[in-house]
Every structure is written in structure tokens, then in C-alpha cells.
């Protein structure tokens, strides 16, 4: 379904969270993800409270899903007394597998909650095949 190829992405939300690093374009936010499959749909929501909902960009080539949105930066002529909130450009890529289907991707955004939801494609579904079989009467045909 969902394909984790990147190995060092825990590293990097780690990192963010202990230095507290804003987001850029070269180095955008991690954003927390839950994924599953209930019957023939494939549920992901991402955690982005406090994103202006204008902010969002999906993106889908081929089975590569993007994901982008952004929180903005306050003014720097305030005197912030704490600044534990991750703000700056935040980032996503899933690899969906082929039995995914891509083209009917629904997504919305409620209570600071990204949603997507992804349909089982119709090749990858489980079916029923019927077994045709011959009878034994065999018939002699006269000339």
C-alpha cells in the first residue's frame, strides 16, 4: 500500500524537535502521519494545525504523492516568550503502490487534520472468476 523508503527521516524529526529548526523550500518540516486501510479505502491524515488551508499544494505523479504547506513566520518585532511550534515550509512524499488508485485521490482538511483518502484500485480488489466446464454428454453426429 505505503512504501517507507527513506530511512533517516526519523532521524531528521528528531533532530527538528531537540534544535527546533523552522522550515525552508531546501529543508522543509516533517509533518506527523497515520495511515490505514479500512475495506476498499486507504486513509492518511496529516497533523498541520494552524495551516492556512490556501497554504496546501498535493501534488500526484505517476504513484508519488507530494504534500505541501506552510505556517507562516511571526513578526520579528515581537518578543516571543516561547517558540515551541514549528513553523516555515512543511514537506511530505508517500510512494503508493501500484494497487492504489491515484486518480480518485479525495482530500480535505478539518480541525487542523489533513485527509486523504485513497481508493483500492479495481484490478487489485479480490473477484470472483467462473469456471466454465463441459458436460459429459458427448453427441455423434450423422452425415
Do not use: C
Not at 486507504?42 to 498535493?58: A, C, N, Q, R
Not at 515581537?78 to 508517500?94: K, T
Request: aromatic share 6%; proline share 6%; hydrophobic share 40%.
Amino acid at each position: 500500500m505505503l512504501m517507507r523508503t527513506d530511512p533517516f527521516r526519523e532521524l531528521d524529526r528528531f533532530t527538528q524537535q531537540v534544535f527546533g529548526a523552522d522550515g525552508t523550500l531546501a529543508r522543509p518540516s516533517v509533518m506527523p502521519m497515520d495511515a490505514w486501510r479500512d475495506g476498499d479505502m486507504f486513509h492518511v491524515e496529516f497533523d498541520l494545525p494552524g495551516i492556512d488551508p490556501e497554504s496546501l499544494d498535493l501534488d500526484v505523479e505517476r504513484n508519488v504523492v507530494t504534500v505541501r504547506a506552510e505556517r507562516s513566520v511571526r513578526a520579528e518585532d515581537v518578543e516571543l516568550i516561547a517558540a515551541e511550534r514549528p513553523r516555515g515550509v512543511f514537506s511530505r512524499q508517500l510512494i503508493l503502490g501500484d494497487n492504489l488508485d491515484t486518480e480518485h485521490i479525495a482530500a480535505s482538511y478539518r480541525d487542523g487534520v489533513l485527509g486523504l483518502e485513497i481508493p483500492v484500485a479495481a484490478q487489485a480488489k479480490p473477484r470472483k472468476i467462473s469456471v466454465s466446464h463441459e458436460s459429459g454428454n458427448a453427441q455423434a453426429i450423422n452425415a
